[in-house]
């Protein structure tokens, strides 16, 4: 994935208030509120196969919500340990003590929200881990950060396609079928619904452009156009192949649905996740470009939509005042996202949902507009939301690290 080189060769002066510079933290704030919305329309909302322009509003959020969420991991990462420029010695330890602090508690708190029995596929124990695999390459510079995602979007779905035809499979007679679900570190590695081998790449892909100028107009344009060539790249390759490759759409609809199966067809296999993933029982599955398939193609596309979301996000916050003001209540979610996302689960399970996507509409729009109200009001007063303050306290014992 190639990305723009700043034309700055500092960072930018530290501001002297505690609030951040609006083009390099509140965009990114923004983005994150969008990412809990999109999660919230993926877990909450009603179907998409039910089609029309909800159906269709729902369908853009499944998948690509959780990439842009992985891709502000690594954002989130270099804001830890020094975005434009990384920290050394005591300060730059410090810092790695505090991710793996960090990485720790997601590890555990998404199990324990995993154990709590909703519907939901918890990716914050996946989360964890992806902060513990990349934290040794927290002092690259964005270029080898954009070669190492880009090699690990082209190499990395094909082993992981290799390694789960090695696990136990529950087929019979012979016949392929999706490895048994498994527990702890392969779960998260292989065959968990977040498997670290196919989402690391957008946590790099992240990694680069915070390394970026990203308070310099041209540093964003190209960003933007980077994104859109990268989802027309990924999106714009997997139509043509499956439907030039001979037989690609008849082995799909034959036996590439795997456990998401929906109601829609094959053919929409290269953007959609309504018609189901692709169970690996076939190699055309790795011509699928639709969300969560696990594929080159499949991250491609939906790190080129992270990435042209982040770049519009910091772009229109800093330029145009009144949409900033506008949109403060999705920033003060994004600024809590995690106390966001723990709060959706847990209102899952209060409301006893045993099936996902299915709800009305009503319920998605009553889960947005509770969250937004409670960090709207909380942001008044405090800084941090809830859990992100506590986050915060519990990795303080890293400033003992010398």
Same mark, same amino acid.
């Given at each position: 994935?190639?990305?723009?080189?700043?034309?700055?060769?500092?960072?930018?002066?530290?501001?002297?208030?505690?609030?951040?510079?609006?083009?390099?933290?509140?965009?990114?704030?923004?983005?994150?509120?969008?990412?809990?919305?999109?999660?919230?329309?993926?877990?909450?909302?009603?179907?998409?196969?039910?089609?029309?322009?909800?159906?269709?509003?729902?369908?853009?959020?499944?998948?690509?919500?959780?990439?842009?969420?992985?891709?502000?991991?690594?954002?989130?990462?270099?804001?830890?340990?020094?975005?434009?420029?990384?920290?050394?010695?005591?300060?730059?330890?410090?810092?790695?003590?505090?991710?793996?602090?960090?990485?720790?508690?997601?590890?555990?708190?998404?199990?324990?929200?995993?154990?709590?029995?909703?519907?939901?596929?918890?990716?914050?124990?996946?989360?964890?881990?992806?902060?513990?695999?990349?934290?040794?390459?927290?002092?690259?510079?964005?270029?080898?950060?954009?070669?190492?995602?880009?090699?690990?979007?082209?190499?990395?779905?094909?082993?992981?396609?290799?390694?789960?035809?090695?696990?136990?499979?529950?087929?019979?007679?012979?016949?392929?079928?999706?490895?048994?679900?498994?527990?702890?570190?392969?779960?998260?590695?292989?065959?968990?619904?977040?498997?670290?081998?196919?989402?690391?790449?957008? !946590?790099?892909?992240?990694? $680069? *452009?915070?390394?970026?100028? &990203? %308070? +310099?107009? /041209?540093?964003? #344009?190209?960003?933007?156009?980077?994104?859109?060539?990268?989802?027309?790249?990924?999106?714009?390759?997997?139509?043509?192949?499956?439907?030039?490759?001979?037989?690609?759409?008849?082995?799909?609809?034959?036996?590439?649905?795997?456990?998401?199966?929906?109601?829609?067809?094959?053919?929409?296999?290269?953007?959609?996740?309504?018609?189901?993933?692709?169970?690996?029982?076939?190699?055309?599955?790795?011509?699928?470009?639709?969300?969560?398939?696990?594929?080159?193609?499949?991250?491609?596309?939906?790190?080129?939509?992270?990435?042209?979301?982040?770049?519009?996000?910091?772009?229109?916050?800093?330029?145009?005042?009144?949409?900033?003001?506008? !949109?403060?209540?999705?920033? $003060? *979610?994004?600024?809590?996202? &995690? %106390? +966001?996302? /723990?709060?959706? #689960?847990?209102?899952?399970?209060?409301?006893?949902?045993?099936?996902?996507?299915?709800?009305?509409?009503?319920?998605?729009?009553?889960?947005?507009?509770?969250?937004?109200?409670?960090?709207?009001?909380?942001?008044?007063?405090?800084?941090?939301?809830?859990?992100?303050?506590?986050?915060?306290?519990?990795?303080?014992?890293?400033?003992?690290?010398?």
């Amino acid at each position: 994935m190639s990305l723009p080189r700043s034309t700055r060769n500092s960072p930018p002066p530290a501001p002297a208030t505690d609030r951040a510079p609006v083009g390099r933290l509140i965009g990114v704030d923004l983005a994150r509120g969008l990412v809990v919305f999109g999660m919230f329309a993926a877990h909450v909302g009603p179907d998409p196969a039910q089609g029309g322009t909800t159906g269709h509003l729902m369908e853009l959020a499944h998948g690509r919500a959780s990439a842009l969420f992985a891709f502000l991991a690594g954002f989130s990462i270099m804001l830890i340990t020094g975005r434009r420029t990384p920290k050394t010695g005591r300060a730059g330890r410090q810092a790695v003590a505090k991710v793996v602090i960090r990485a720790l508690v997601l590890l555990v708190l998404g199990t324990a929200l995993t154990m709590t029995g909703t519907p939901v596929e918890v990716i914050l124990a996946f989360y964890g881990l992806y902060f513990l695999l990349v934290l040794p390459l927290y002092r690259l510079t964005a270029g080898p950060l954009a070669v190492i995602a880009a090699a690990s979007a082209l190499v990395l779905p094909q082993i992981l396609y290799v390694v789960q035809h090695a696990l136990p499979a529950e087929g019979a007679d012979g016949i392929w079928a999706r490895p048994k679900d498994a527990d702890g570190v392969v779960s998260l590695l292989f065959t968990g619904s977040y498997p670290a081998l196919t989402w690391v790449p957008f !946590v790099v892909a992240g990694m $680069a *452009v915070a390394r970026l100028d &990203l %308070t +310099a107009a /041209v540093v964003r #344009i190209r960003l933007a156009i980077t994104g859109g060539c990268l989802a027309v790249l990924g999106y714009g390759g997997s139509w043509p192949a499956l439907h030039l490759v001979p037989g690609a759409l008849t082995k799909l609809s034959a036996g590439g649905w795997g456990e998401w199966g929906g109601g829609g067809s094959a053919a929409s296999a290269w953007w959609s996740d309504t018609w189901g993933h692709p169970d690996g029982s076939t190699p055309v599955g790795l011509l699928v470009a639709s969300p969560h398939s696990e594929t080159t193609l499949s991250i491609l596309a939906n790190a080129g939509v992270a990435i042209a979301v982040l770049a519009g996000c910091l772009a229109a916050v800093d330029a145009f005042p009144r949409f900033h003001r506008a !949109v403060r209540p999705v920033i $003060a *979610v994004g600024s809590m996202s &995690l %106390t +966001a996302y /723990v709060l959706h #689960i847990v209102g899952i399970r209060f409301l006893g949902t045993e099936e996902l996507p299915g709800p009305a509409l009503h319920v998605l729009i009553g889960f947005i507009v509770a969250v937004t109200v409670f960090a709207t009001l909380w942001s008044r007063y405090f800084r941090r939301g809830p859990l992100e303050w506590l986050l915060g306290k519990v990795t303080e014992p890293a400033g003992l690290v010398r």
